[in-house]
């Protein structure tokens, strides 16, 4: 099998707000992630699939969509990726206790993400 999809984000400007507006609308109970101030987690058993994060997007990409792929390394998945006319956007980035992700535009501009195995 290749690099599954594992997690998705759903960020924007009032990370509050998009929080309550998807727990309203789909029923979600979101868990308060410690250290990143209004971001929340779905589990995979909520949303019915993998989970994933509602909240409030970084100050250079306020509103996005995306989703993450597994992969066993990302400095290795980078590479390929922008030899084949993708782009890093976030390089490799460790959240302690919690995640190594990266970010990463296809070449139609596509925001998506990697997450490494561990």
Known sequence: MGSPVTH?????E???GLGD????????N??????????????????????GAVGKGMEDMVSY????FD????????????AAGGRT???STVIPD??????????AGNLLGLNENE
């Open 89 to 91: 956007i976030v390089p």
């Open 98 to 107: 919690t995640v190594t992700f990266a970010m990463f535009a296809d070449p």
């Open 14 to 16: 009032d990370g509050d």
């Open 21 to 28: 507006f998807y727990a309203g609308v789909f029923g979600w």
């Open 65 to 68: 969509l995306t989703m993450y």
């Open 30 to 51: 979101l868990a308060a992630v410690p250290g990143l101030d209004s971001d929340f987690t779905v589990s995979g058993d909520e949303a019915g699939g993998s989970g």
């Open 71 to 82: 992969v066993d390394s990302i400095d290795d998945q980078l590479a390929q990726i922008e």
């Open 8 to 12: 998705w984000e759903i960020m924007g």
